[in-house]
Nanobody
Framework: QVQLQESGPGLLKPSQTLSLTCTVS??????????WSWIRQPLGKEGEWMGA???????TYSPSLKSRISISRDTSKNQFTLQLNSVTPEDTAVYYC????????????????RGQGTQVTVSS
């Protein structure tokens, strides 16, 4: 069974760059038919789909984040990574990595596997 685990710093200062890694086990991120996504959910708010990288390495991002976000992968480690530049307190949220079938419209709920999530707080 595919499992996902997020890792990265939990506390950042405004203007810093957030970098999170998702390690996937039980299956390859190169398996056709899937996109590997990042989703975040601020406390008390709806989840937000941030972007994804497909099994072939193509990326797609939320228009609201496109100027600040980058998703990449390391197939040798079966990992994919989120970078979010110039963070502000509004980026404080629980961040999840997830797997989604490519035929599903990307959304915060389109996944079939998701990590446990990691809290990221942006504060001066």
């Amino acid at each position: 069974q595919v499992q996902l685990q997020e890792s990265g710093p939990g506390l950042l200062k405004p203007s810093q760059t957030l970098s999170l890694t998702c390690t996937v086990s039980g299956g390859s991120i190169r398996t056709p038919g899937y996109a590997w996504s990042w989703i975040r959910q601020p406390l008390g708010k709806e989840g937000e789909w941030m972007g994804a990288i497909t099994s072939s390495g193509d990326t797609t991002y939320s228009p609201s984040l496109k100027s600040r976000i980058s998703i990449s992968r390391d197939t040798s480690k079966n990992q994919f990574t989120l970078q979010l530049n110039s963070v502000t307190p509004e980026d404080t949220a629980v961040y999840y990595c997830a797997r989604s079938p490519v035929w599903r419209t990307p959304s915060a709920n389109s996944y079939d596997r998701r990590g446990q999530g990691t809290q990221v707080t942006v504060s001066s």
